[in-house]
């Protein structure tokens, strides 16, 4: 597996087009609109987990964020359990003065409608804010899970609560780990959003050579079965874990890696950037961007060993996100 060293390293060298730290471009990011929930955004997200909490001094975790948001990478995708509380309070610094520039999204862990609540309130008040735009259940993991949400007193009657008391515009669920759960979630219910594990490593999981026809069903992909779901219901769609969380890093450029989740029918990818230069070359590989085709998309896959996909796979059925 590669390292953070290594991650860091290879990224700023697989999308660095002009010198280190150079001031972002004045031309704004593309944008789409998020499904049904008729927010515009722009194709790429500021990930404020894991490598948003690289920055280990504040002062530089602050200014990443504004640069981003002064590169138009205006939608900022946090969650309530990111650095236990760390991400949330760092972007309620900046949301109090910056508050309308931007569209920001936060994920609660809570299964039931009462936790739900208190964290709801909680993530507010960390963010500086009396509304959210986009707010998610955080990390579907399988079926099972999805009967806790769903059940009576369950964190998703707090969701609708929210959205129904203007406290959230559009309200989602997230997954990197259970496809068919997801779909199940999707059909199932009454969301405006998803955001789900959409890479080139996981494009046809059940299709890799060497024995993976015999895999658990929960080895296809997001990208077969649960991304049709949201786009018939409208969903707006947002993919993460384009680099696989690390683990496709190395196998194609980085560059590649982002073109190809942004050629699905997606509203934007959301990406951690834990340095300066990687708001800068992002924006920039973000402003290029063309949309690859379907033999292009595979031909990125394709490139891909189907041990390191396997692993990808086996390593997201245990990733805590936080």
Request: glycine share 6%; net charge positive.
């Amino acid at each position: 597996m590669i390292n953070r060293r290594d991650f860091i390293q290879t990224v700023a060298a697989g999308l660095a087009i002009s010198p280190v730290l150079a001031a972002p471009a004045a031309e704004p990011l593309p944008t789409r609109i998020l499904g049904r929930t008729g927010i515009r955004v722009p194709i790429l997200g500021f990930g404020s987990g894991s490598r948003f909490l690289m920055y280990k001094e504040e002062d530089k975790a602050l200014e990443a964020l504004n640069r981003a948001i002064d590169a138009g990478i205006i939608y900022i995708d946090t969650a309530h359990a990111y650095g236990n509380d760390l991400s949330e309070e760092r972007i309620g610094k900046v949301m109090a003065t910056r508050r309308k520039e931007v569209v920001l999204s936060t994920k609660i862990p809570a299964r039931t409608a009462e936790q739900a609540r208190r964290q709801i309130e909680l993530s507010l008040k960390r963010l500086q804010t009396d509304h959210l735009d986009v707010l998610h259940i955080h990390v579907l993991k399988n079926q099972k899970d999805l009967d806790a949400i769903q059940a009576p007193g369950g964190v998703l009657e707090a969701l609708y609560e929210a959205r129904d008391k203007k406290i959230a515009r559009a309200i989602g669920i997230t997954c990197h780990a259970d496809p068919l759960a997801l779909r199940a979630a999707l059909e199932a219910h009454d969301f405006d959003c998803t955001q789900m594990a959409l890479n080139a490593g996981l494009a046809s999981m059940a299709d890799v050579p060497g024995g993976m026809k015999t895999a658990p069903a929960g080895l296809q992909s997001f990208e077969h079965l649960a991304l049709p779901v949201a786009l018939r219901k409208k969903m707006g769609i947002i993919a993460m874990k384009v680099f696989g969380q690390e683990q496709l890093i190395g196998a194609v450029p980085a560059g590649k890696l982002l073109s190809y989740a942004l050629s699905l029918p997606v509203s934007l990818a959301s990406v951690g950037m834990p340095r300066l230069e990687h708001i800068d070359s992002n924006a920039r590989a973000a402003r290029a961007f063309v949309p690859l085709t379907g033999p292009q998309r595979k031909e990125i896959s394709d490139a891909i060993a189907a041990p390191r996909k396997e692993a990808m796979w086996r390593f997201f059925q245990d990733h805590q996100d936080a």
